[in-house]
Every structure is written in C-alpha cells, then in structure tokens.
C-alpha cells in the first residue's frame, strides 16, 4: 500500500444543464494533470437538484456506460488521474445518487449509492430517488482502502465505522449541504467527528452558492482541517501521509478500545 495520496478537491455551483457541469468537471480533470492522484467532485456534480423540475431532473439519468461517465472515464485515462464522481443512475423504478472511482486508467474501480436520503425540512429526496442498501467494501484510491459516503449520511456515524472496521483510511465525502441555521457548525462538526472517531482522513467535496453551505474540507485523522474552501467554486489540495492514520491508531485506540460485550455495529 501507498504511503502518500495527492487529492484535488473542487467545490462547484452545479447548473440545471448537464453539459455545462460535465465541461466544468472535465476542465477540472485536466487542470489537474499530473498534480494529483485523484479529483473529487460534490453530490449533485451531474445536475443540479431543482425539486420544483424533478422531470427534467429523472429525465437525465443515465448508467456507468452513459456520455456522463465515458466522457469522465476518457478523461481520467488521457490525464492519468483518477476521479470520485456523482451521477443520478438509470435503475428499475427511481433513480440511485450513485458515486463512482474512476481510476487512472479510466476503469471505474469503486461505487456507492445514497443510502440516507435526505427527507427533512422542506425536501423529500425519497420523491425523486431510490435508497442504496449495500455498503461496499473499501476499494483503492491510488492504492489506498477507501470509502464514499454522500451528505445526509455522516449523520449516521455506523456508515462510517463499518468503513474503518474493514480497513479504509480515506473516506470521500460528496455533499449538496443545504445551507441553514447553524448547518456550517453542523457540517463542520460531523466531518471532525467521524475523521476522529475512526481514526482517518475525511476529503469532503460540496457544492457551494447561496443555497449551498459549501466549505468544502480535508480534515486529518487527528481532526485538525488540513485545508477549508470557502463558499465559491474552488477548488483545493492537500497531499496525505496514511502513516498519520497509524500513528493516531496507535495512540488513541478508537477501534481497539469498543467495548463489544456491551454493543456492536450490526451485521459486523
């Protein structure tokens, strides 16, 4: 295993036009050339999600083998980068929030479909979306075990646990937080606590603008923010030691220390 990865966040302002947010990720996968080992993109990085135009919305869903992900994939292969993508996925009935790794090759090594939706406040996700039921296991970013989670799920610290317990050391984090009373504090707190509580490295890509919280983050194992975008389109960098996550293991031992006579995660 790799000791090191280069990750290139980019936080985007998705518009109603796929073609628009394809270009703007393509653009972003050439712009990273061979300064990164792998881009991350935010929930929502195929369309944005106008609820009051879910038509037009499902309308555009398309499989792995879709002009979305091919023209990604092509990307990826002659930039020799690899890619953490979302895309609404065609499937029987509702559609997936899906997440895909797309590997330097072009060669999708990884996925995860949504599988806390989002039905809070004024928004359903359930009316236009499918759950996810599988956790995947880890697959390899550049040679490091890693996992995706998507927005409303770092609520759900199980997601995230499982993750550690088979081996992760880099969860990817792609987000539409909704902007809100005290929602920043809320994003920031949970990304810190589920890179603490686990002992790992959190890469959270979101999207920004006014009805986006944006902030995207790269948070260490220790929870110190390693590097914090602001509310634009942007994007960041950072390169990670894994080393850092066995060294935090090792001395807070937040795996070890679970006290399995008293609770466990189910089906683990």
Known sequence: MRD??????????????LK?????ILEGI?????????????EYSMLHPDYSMKDHYISSTQKTDGNFISSISAQCRESGVGAIVNFIEKSYGKPLNTSLS????????GRYSKTHLFDAGNYNESSIHSPGDTIPEPFGVSGIASGIEICYDIRFPELSRIYALKGAGIIFVQAGFYAGNLKYETWKTLLTARAMENGLFIVASAQCGDEFVGHSMIIGPDGRIISEAGNEPCSISAELDMNDVEAYRNNIHVLDHRRLDLYDVKGL
């Open 30 to 42: 050439r712009s990273a050339g061979k300064n990164a080992d792998v881009c991350v993109f935010p």
């Open 4 to 17: 090191k990865i280069r990750v290139k966040v980019f936080q985007m302002q998705s518009s109603d036009i």
């Open 102 to 109: 797309i590997n330097s090759m072009g060669i999708i090594n």
């Open 20 to 24: 628009e947010n394809l270009e703007w």
